[in-house]
């Protein structure tokens, strides 16, 4: 069984080594890069398919801001990398490996 980070306690977060914090937390950040670069990309995806629709929603922003809670500066800068990331040859691959923070893209 593997272990899942996400269900420990601030305590036991405490007592684990300093080294396996860093390496959660460097972790944890490549894994939130992942997900906010697949988001991008599936808001493009629902906007371009005109998915929204299905939603009574005009635009893939305006389905992130209804139906998933985004605030619409954040919908539309996770759309905008995503966008920008087509037109790269390999900062995609890093993106979606998570070996580049958020923050860089």
């Not at 036991?12 to 894994?31: N, Q």
């Not at 619409?72 to 390999?90: F, G, I, S």
Request: aromatic residues 4%.
């Amino acid at each position: 069984m593997e272990f899942d980070p996400v269900s420990l306690t601030l305590d036991e977060m405490m007592l684990m080594d300093p080294l396996a914090l860093h390496h959660l937390a460097k972790k944890s950040t490549g894994t939130l890069t992942r997900y906010r670069a697949l988001l991008g990309r599936l808001l493009l995806a629902i906007h371009r398919t005109d998915a929204c629709l299905d939603h009574g929603c005009s635009s893939g922003a305006h389905y992130a801001v209804l139906q998933l809670g985004l605030c619409l500066k954040e919908a539309r800068e996770l759309m905008r990398v995503a966008r920008e990331l087509e037109t790269l040859p390999y900062l995609p691959h890093l993106a979606n490996s998570g070996e580049v923070e958020w923050s860089k893209l």
